[in-house]
Nanobody, 126 residues
């Protein structure tokens, strides 16, 4: 069964940190760009960050740039999202998604994803 599984969410105080993981099973992430999305209650889903299959290209939403860092470890078939200086407005369900790419240099994006995870809840509150 091909699936993505997110983990690492939880409750954290403002200013705190969390590291989310996106692990693939049933397929290798070597040929896939990975994107993180989030959706807060009553809001549309938004792209947060993405990384190309080769890891050389990354992108961040303006709202998280400088606070979040995306990385990948293909040997572990896992992509990470390090989230620092968390704010209450970061509260959302975070999901990862995979997009097959033909080349390592192909840029990552937030549309046309092939596989999705079920998400992990991140709550930032005092």
């Amino acid at each position: 069964q091909l699936q993505l599984v997110e983990s690492g969410g939880g409750l954290v105080q403002p200013g705190g940190s969390l590291r989310l993981s996106c692990a693939a099973s049933g397929f290798t992430l070597d040929y896939y760009a990975i994107s993180w999305f989030r959706q807060a209650p009553g809001k549309e889903r938004e792209g947060v960050s993405c990384i190309s299959r080769g890891g050389g290209s990354t992108d961040y939403a303006d709202s998280v740039r400088g606070r979040f860092t995306i990385s990948r470890d293909n040997a572990k078939n896992t992509v990470y999202l390090q989230m620092n200086s968390l704010k209450p407005e970061d509260t959302a369900v975070y999901s990862c998604a995979a997009d097959w790419q033909p080349h390592n240099s192909w840029p990552c994006h937030y549309y046309g994803m092939d596989y999705w995870g079920n998400g992990t809840q991140v709550t930032v509150s005092s």
